[in-house]
């Protein structure tokens, strides 16, 4: 497994190994022993998720402000733009943000940890997004940032008017979010 940082420390992309030949093609997504030898990290997985959406649809910027979840997320049909932003107070990257494609296509997967908010935007004509975590879903705690809030100033890769869910239209800016130590 190859290991690409991103501007944020912590916020990974990677890109597991593809073994092809005339039958096609076969991957292993997820081993344990293999993401700590190249990450570092020993992590519990609780909870699997899938959606599928439609070119345009901008999700996000979601976080759990108790029981935080580490993501892994993994885009089993079409393209994302994905982004995670720095939400921990202690961190010299507050406020930051990193944005990265991940596509089927790539096989790359990208590794959001606790203290980031999440959100991508489908950049295909559909996209299916499956995403591991270290937490369960709590949606008492569950959080929302404007993902066009200015002082962010994510570079989202728009093609006209974003498809946004209710509550991310009417989440909080940065200066209002709740945020970690």
């Given at each position: 497994?190859?290991?690409?940082?991103?501007?944020?420390?912590?916020?990974?992309?990677?890109?597991?190994?593809?073994?092809?030949?005339p039958?096609?093609w076969?991957?292993?997504?997820?081993?344990?022993?293999?993401?700590?030898?190249a990450?570092g990290?020993?992590l519990?997985?609780?909870?699997?998720?899938?959606?599928?959406?439609?070119r345009?649809?901008?999700?996000?910027?979601?976080?759990?402000?108790?029981?935080?979840q580490?993501?892994?997320i993994?885009?089993?049909a079409?393209?994302?733009?994905?982004v995670?932003?720095d939400?921990?107070?202690?961190?010299?990257?507050?406020g930051k943000?990193?944005?990265?494609?991940?596509?089927a296509e790539s096989?790359r997967?990208?590794?959001?940890?606790?203290?980031?908010?999440?959100?991508f935007?489908?950049t295909?004509?559909?996209?299916?997004v499956?995403?591991?975590?270290?937490?369960?879903y709590?949606?008492?705690?569950?959080?929302?940032?404007?993902?066009?809030?200015?002082?962010l100033?994510?570079?989202?890769?728009?093609?006209?008017?974003p498809?946004v869910?209710?509550k991310d239209?009417?989440?909080?800016?940065?200066?209002?979010?709740e945020?970690?130590a």
């Amino acid at each position: 497994m190859k290991v690409i940082e991103t501007a944020l420390p912590g916020v990974l992309v990677l890109e597991p190994r593809v073994f092809s030949d005339p039958r096609g093609w076969f991957m292993e997504v997820f081993n344990r022993r293999a993401f700590r030898e190249a990450t570092g990290l020993e992590l519990d997985f609780v909870q699997d998720n899938v959606s599928r959406s439609a070119r345009n649809v901008l999700r996000g910027l979601h976080y759990q402000i108790q029981q935080p979840q580490g993501k892994l997320i993994r885009v089993l049909a079409g393209e994302i733009w994905d982004v995670a932003v720095d939400l921990r107070r202690s961190s010299r990257t507050f406020g930051k943000w990193a944005g990265f494609r991940v596509s089927a296509e790539s096989a790359r997967l990208a590794w959001i940890p606790q203290g980031f908010a999440h959100g991508f935007l489908v950049t295909s004509d559909s996209a299916e997004v499956q995403y591991k975590t270290t937490d369960y879903y709590a949606p008492q705690h569950e959080r929302a940032m404007l993902w066009s809030d200015p002082a962010l100033g994510i570079e989202w890769p728009l093609a006209g008017e974003p498809i946004v869910a209710d509550k991310d239209w009417a989440a909080k800016r940065f200066a209002e979010a709740e945020t970690y130590a």
